[in-house]
C-alpha cells in the first residue's frame, strides 16, 4: 500500500521520522508486530526494539497473568 500525507512546513518533520513515528503508533496500538513496524519504520529490529525502549514504549505487552500462564506451562515440561 502506498500512503501519500502531506505536512505542512511549518511542523518541520523529515519523512523518514514521520514514517519512524507511524510505525511506532501502529505497534503501540498493535497494528503491526514488532518485525513488521521495523520494516514500516526502515530500520533493522534491533534498531526499532532499541528507539521503542529510548521512547518508553513496552516492547513486551504480557499481563502479569500471562506471565504466570506460561511460566506454569514451562514448568510442566
Same mark, same amino acid.
Given at each position: 500500500? %502506498? #500512503?501519500? %500525507?502531506?505536512?505542512?512546513d511549518? !511542523?518541520? !518533520? $523529515? &519523512?523518514? *521520522?514521520? &514514517?519512524?513515528?507511524?510505525?511506532?503508533? %501502529?505497534?503501540?496500538? +498493535?497494528? #503491526?508486530?514488532?518485525?513488521?513496524?521495523? $520494516? !514500516?519504520?526502515?530500520?533493522? /529490529?534491533?534498531?526499532?526494539?532499541d #528507539? %521503542?525502549? +529510548? /521512547?518508553?514504549?513496552?516492547?513486551v505487552?504480557?499481563?502479569?497473568? *500471562?506471565?504466570?500462564?506460561?511460566? *506454569?506451562?514451562? #514448568? +510442566? /515440561?
Open positions: 500500500m %502506498l #500512503l501519500t %500525507l502531506t505536512i505542512p511549518s !511542523v518541520n !518533520v $523529515s &519523512q523518514a *521520522d514521520a &514514517q519512524i513515528m507511524l510505525a511506532i503508533k %501502529l505497534f503501540e496500538t +498493535k497494528r #503491526l508486530s514488532l518485525g513488521k513496524a521495523a $520494516s !514500516v519504520a526502515g530500520l533493522s /529490529y534491533r534498531v526499532f526494539h #528507539l %521503542l525502549v +529510548k /521512547y518508553g514504549i513496552p516492547v505487552t504480557m499481563t502479569e497473568e *500471562d506471565v504466570r500462564m506460561e511460566v *506454569d506451562n514451562a #514448568l +510442566k /515440561y
